[in-house]
């Protein structure tokens, strides 16, 4: 999955030709930021109701967003945040996290217009073309991003979770046919014999499999699993195909015995999971920036007694010790998967708004998987002793709670005014980005409002509403008697005043 995605040499993101864009009618999906500006604008309101929450700070904050696509959700944010002075003022930098530079050019283009892009030691930086005096910073990846106590991170993520790499592994009952000997695992350099392996191998009960991508084998000598079907979407034959691993592998024998949730379906034979250990690491890097980390004194990463401490580089929670005085900031989650179980079968391919075989064209073809929300939040409380967790909501609640209706009617309303020469009301300083051109164009504008916000809030069997899913990582505040556990604005809370 990284290398289709991300590779400098042909991943999906990384390596686009001139002229092809992943993104709208023409490319391959839509996302909810390019189907509304009312998506981003409403993140922003949420950022802004928990710094208003939090204590409004007045130094110190700085926003991040990882997988910023064309770059739109973080420019309907900032034109949303500039209405509001005190903390646009408090803002010192804006982070992106992007791997791919075609990307990174396009929300350069739209975030910074004709600010030069310059390179730096930890990416590429340039400034806002709100405010010049403002830092809009590139990173490949969110440990390049500095961590500092004293500043306040409010980090997005819209539909950057689904594209990081999972791990598949089903439960299979112990063979006496094994073609392998049960003392050995297999490596990607071959099979080797580890002593240390054998006592739990000899162990009755079932065991995690892999589900390995191996070039497609002819018709009579395919080892399939029940989660093959994925492969079976698409016109030909796909050049590969997930097949169950005949030993054990190194993750094999440490992913699934990282949980209980995992641990608990051990003993179901053809139970499959989908683990991805860089979602837990990016979860865990939230949630520590946000509340500081659990140990304060350096521990090692979890190590298997086959593999170097490394191999395992991408597991939360992050070896870092952070010591974080006072928690501050804010995370929001923004995905499609389930709300609390753990993902089976979810890897799929998507080209030109359809799903095909996720074998198919390797590179040429996005790929994605559910987002295992449960698992993230997990991974926060582990990394963090200092954070809680909210949701994760549905999308249509937590936009209908962060008043996405009452957004699509100002809008409309000031389609309308505009249409009639009436100077627009409400926050002066807002350029809005619906309306504002000819009068023939006042329909489409007031229809393009409308037919966005119901998608958005679809709630329907395969409605946006329903599928996607948002969750919050918040500093932890201990219940005081008597009074309701605060909740974060969309998640039940009212905004502080
Ligand atoms: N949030 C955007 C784009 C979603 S597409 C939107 O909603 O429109 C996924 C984004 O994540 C792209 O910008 C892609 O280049 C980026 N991305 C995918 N994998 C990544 C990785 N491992 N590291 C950094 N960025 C990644």
Request: aromatic fraction near 8%; charge should be negative.
């Amino acid at each position: 999955m990284r290398q289709c995605l991300t590779s400098p040499d042909g991943g999906y993101y990384t390596s686009r030709t001139e002229g092809r864009d992943q993104f709208g009618q023409k490319g391959d999906f839509v996302t909810s930021p390019e189907i509304s500006q009312m998506f981003g604008e409403l993140i922003g309101v949420w950022v802004v109701a928990e710094w208003m929450a939090q204590g409004r700070k007045s130094t110190g904050v700085y926003i991040m967003e990882v997988g910023p696509g064309r770059g739109t959700l973080m420019d309907d944010m900032l034109r949303t945040i500039r209405n509001f002075k005190p903390l646009a003022s408090a803002i010192e930098a804006i982070y992106l996290v992007e791997a791919s530079p075609s990307l990174r050019q396009a929300q350069h283009e739209l975030l910074c217009g004709d600010a030069p892009l310059e390179e730096t030691d930890i990416g590429f930086q340039s400034t806002s073309k709100y405010a010049p005096d403002l830092k809009i910073i590139w990173c490949e990846d969110v440990r390049f991003v500095p961590k500092d106590p004293s500043q306040t991170p409010f980090i997005v993520a819209h539909e950057f979770f689904d594209a990081l790499p999972i791990h598949v592994f089903q439960s299979v009952a112990p063979s006496p046919h094994a073609s392998t000997s049960p003392s050995q695992i297999l490596t990607p350099t071959g099979p080797i014999s580890n002593p240390a392996w054998q006592q739990q191998s000899q162990q009755q009960g079932n065991q995690w499999r892999e589900l390995l991508v191996s070039p497609t084998a002819p018709p009579s000598a395919i080892t399939t699993s029940s989660s093959t079907s994925a492969s079976a979407v698409g016109d030909s034959k796909p050049e590969f195909e997930l097949t169950l691993a005949k030993a054990a592998t190194p993750h094999s024998l440490y992913l699934p015995e990282t949980s209980d949730r995992y641990k608990a379906l051990k003993g179901t034979e053809g139970a499959t999971i989908e683990i991805s250990p860089e979602a837990l690491s990016y979860a865990a890097d939230f949630a520590v920036r946000i509340g500081g980390s659990a140990s304060q004194t350096p521990t090692s990463s979890p190590t298997s007694p086959t593999q170097p401490a490394s191999t395992y580089r991408n597991r939360a929670p992050i070896p870092v010790a952070f010591s974080k005085p006072a928690p501050s900031g804010a995370a929001l989650i923004l995905d499609y998967g389930p709300t609390a179980t753990i993902p089976t079968n979810s890897l799929r391919g998507i080209r030109a708004h359809a799903a095909v075989s996720p074998f198919a064209a390797p590179g040429a073809v996005d790929l994605s998987t559910d987002v295992d929300f449960m698992a993230l939040a997990l991974a926060a409380l582990d990394a963090s002793p200092a954070v809680e967790v909210h949701g994760p909501a549905e999308q249509a609640a937590w936009l209908a709670g962060m008043g996405i209706g009452e957004r699509a009617a100002q809008l409309v309303k000031r389609a309308l005014e505009r249409d009639r020469g009436m100077p627009a009301g409400g926050e002066g300083q807002q350029r809005e980005k619906e309306g504002g051109g000819a009068k023939a164009d006042l329909t489409e504008t007031v229809k393009r409002i409308e037919t966005g916000w119901k998608r958005l809030v679809d709630r329907g069997p395969n409605g946006m509403g329903r599928l996607y899913k948002v969750m919050a990582i918040v500093p932890y505040v201990p219940l005081e008697k008597g009074k309701p556990r605060r909740r974060p604005v969309g998640f039940g809370g009212d905004v502080a005043g």
